[in-house]
């Protein structure tokens, strides 16, 4: 019944996800299907379960039934085995001894080896558990800046971002970790021709992810075009005083490979925003020498802006 219980709280939490709108915070819902999927795999394996236990409760209730019947067997029949037992037994003694005492042994030996194999087995119970009661019972968080306070972030060498495309990013989105070089560079020329011809370029929901590589990846290319976007304001390290970085978290796959992206601003002159300030820029696109990341980054030169409030669903998704 353990593992009944196991599967049908694995698909209970999925079904639940999907139900309370949460499953977004850990996957892409490009990829919903693939929790549906999962779902339906595990109520059917929680049915086999299911009828695997009650097939072994009857097979149990049969032999305590033949048992009982076979308590009413002859008694005479009964004395006259146990005689010839007890006949034997007193006539083989010594070898008897020897048998019992190697049986006691070999009993003790596979009485450890159930003990360990129940602790193995409760073991992999509780591992399984802890994530179904979390996933079911405590609330969903969402990110906000004080993880990119915890985890610090960077702009590596396109070369060390290839070495793992599970790592969380930061700042720039970066699909190259999932092709090959040839092949993202179609990717980038395909995406770049969906905004080389707007006259401005206004990042979405829809579209955040793919314009914001597309501008880190040709930021030449966009200086003279003015360039909106969304996003939650983070102070960030060695800036100037009316410097911020603009992010929206998001996930490109999954949890796995999701991060904080954006880019710095500098606002205009005065501005005084507190981290987690949700706020829509519009500027015109320049680059700029970044001490801390050793290179030159975009920068947007904000020419307005305003507050917003922070959107229903904060996190960005990439639309390949």
């Excluded at 991060?259 to 696109?285: C, E, H, I, N």
Aim: proline share 4%.
């Amino acid at each position: 019944m353990i593992r009944f219980a196991i599967l049908f709280g694995l698909a209970f939490m999925f079904l639940l996800l999907h139900r309370t709108g949460d499953l977004d915070k850990y996957i892409n819902m490009r990829y919903a299907y693939l929790s549906v999927s999962a779902i339906v795999l595990l109520a059917l394996l929680c049915l086999y379960q299911f009828v695997k236990v009650y097939r072994a409760e009857k097979k149990s209730e049969e032999a305590a039934a033949q048992a009982a019947r076979a308590e009413g067997a002859d008694l005479d029949g009964h004395y006259a085995h146990n005689h010839a037992h007890d006949h034997n037994h007193n006539h083989n003694h010594d070898h008897s001894h020897d048998h019992d005492h190697d049986h006691e042994h070999d009993g003790h030996s596979k009485h450890s080896h159930i003990g360990r194999t129940k602790w193995r087995r409760g073991f992999t119970y509780i591992v399984l558990a802890v994530p179904i009661f979390t996933g079911i019972f405590l609330p969903v968080a969402t990110l906000d800046s004080s993880f990119v306070k915890a985890k610090g972030f960077s702009f590596p060498e396109l070369d060390q971002r290839r070495k793992d495309a599970g790592y969380h990013q930061f700042l720039r989105p970066d699909t190259s970790v999932f092709y090959s070089a040839d092949n993202y560079d179609k990717v980038k020329q395909k995406d770049m021709a969906d905004f080389a011809d707007l006259p401005s370029v206004e990042l979405n929901d829809a579209n955040y992810l793919k314009g914001m590589e597309v501008l880190y990846n040709y930021p030449d290319e966009f200086a003279d075009k003015t360039i909106t976007f969304d996003g939650f304001a983070y102070k960030g390290e060695e800036v100037g005083a009316t410097s911020y970085f603009v992010f929206r978290f998001g996930f490109i796959h999954c949890v796995a490979d999701s991060g904080v992206f954006g880019m710095l601003v500098q606002m205009p002159a005065g501005t005084k925003l507190s981290d987690d300030d949700w706020l829509r820029v519009t500027g015109k696109l320049s680059r700029e020498y970044y001490q801390p990341f050793k290179q030159m980054i975009p920068v947007l030169k904000v020419k307005d802006w305003e507050p917003i409030d922070k959107p229903d669903d904060p996190y960005v998704y990439r639309n390949f």
